[in-house]
Nanobody, 127 residues
Framework: QVQLVESGGGLVQPGGSLRLSCTAS????????IGWFRQAPGKAREGISC????????RYVDSVKGRFTMWRDNAKNTVYLQMRSLNAEDPAVYYC????????????????????WGQGTQVTVSS
């Protein structure tokens, strides 16, 4: 069973950037489709991006498209989420997970995950 640990969260000013990491142990991460998700207080958890295990294709929800970038570093067994131009809609606990549905026919914002979740990392956007 793969274990995931997210890191890189913190406090950032509006317009700032953060890079989140999702590091795996117990298995090789490139075997899995990986998703990034977030949950703000009082709101449902939503999917924001995913990267396919088969071809490395990425998908993003419209609210983060052009601002967030997701990629793998197989040598480090880590998946990253670079977040730029952070705004008041972005504060949340951010999670990564293995084997979400990442197909183009599925609404990415609705999480359907068949694998493991990490414990999350908090992102706060405030001046």
């Amino acid at each position: 069973q793969v274990q995931l640990v997210e890191s890189g969260g913190g406090l950032v000013q509006p317009g700032g950037s953060l890079r989140l990491s999702c590091t795996a142990s117990g298995s090789t991460l490139d075997l899995y489709t990986i998703g990034w998700f977030r949950q703000a207080p009082g709101k449902a958890r939503e999917g924001i991006s995913c990267i396919s295990s088969s071809d490395g294709a990425t998908r993003y929800v419209d609210s983060v498209k052009g601002r967030f970038t997701m990629w793998r570093d197989n040598a480090k067994n880590t998946v990253y989420l670079q977040m730029r131009s952070l705004n008041a809609e972005d504060p949340a606990v951010y999670y990564c997970a293995t084997d979400p549905i990442c197909d183009s026919g599925h609404s990415l914002s609705t999480p359907v995950v068949f694998g493991s979740w990490g414990q999350g990392t908090q992102v706060t956007v405030s001046s």
